[in-house]
């Protein structure tokens, strides 16, 4: 990613090694990445992770554009 930054990062919450939850905040984290927006993507059901955190993730914070 830091050879070739994405507009944009699309990814499923359940990913191998590491969770989207994780890989989000790794990104957030980075001030040469934090600027890419992400977009999790679930199949999660209430009562299990899907509700750990909101759908997407900006620069200013978490935003769930899904809703409850």
């Known amino acids: ?6 507009s944009l990062i699309i ?7 590491m969770d989207g939850y994780a890989l989000c905040e790794a990104i957030k984290d980075d ?3 934090r600027s890419i927006p992400v977009i ?3 199949s999660l059901r209430h009562g299990s992770r899907a509700g750990h955190f909101p ?6 914070g ?3 554009v899904a809703g409850e």
């Not at 990613?1 to 994405?6: S, T, V």
């Not at 759908?55 to 200013?60: A, E, L, M, R, W």
């Open 11 to 17: 990814s499923d919450v359940d990913i191998p090694n």
């Open 40 to 42: 999790l993507l679930t």
């Open 55 to 60: 759908s997407v993730v900006t620069d200013d």
């Open 1 to 6: 990613m830091r050879e070739q930054a994405p």
């Open 31 to 33: 001030p040469q990445l």
């Open 62 to 64: 978490w935003t769930n």
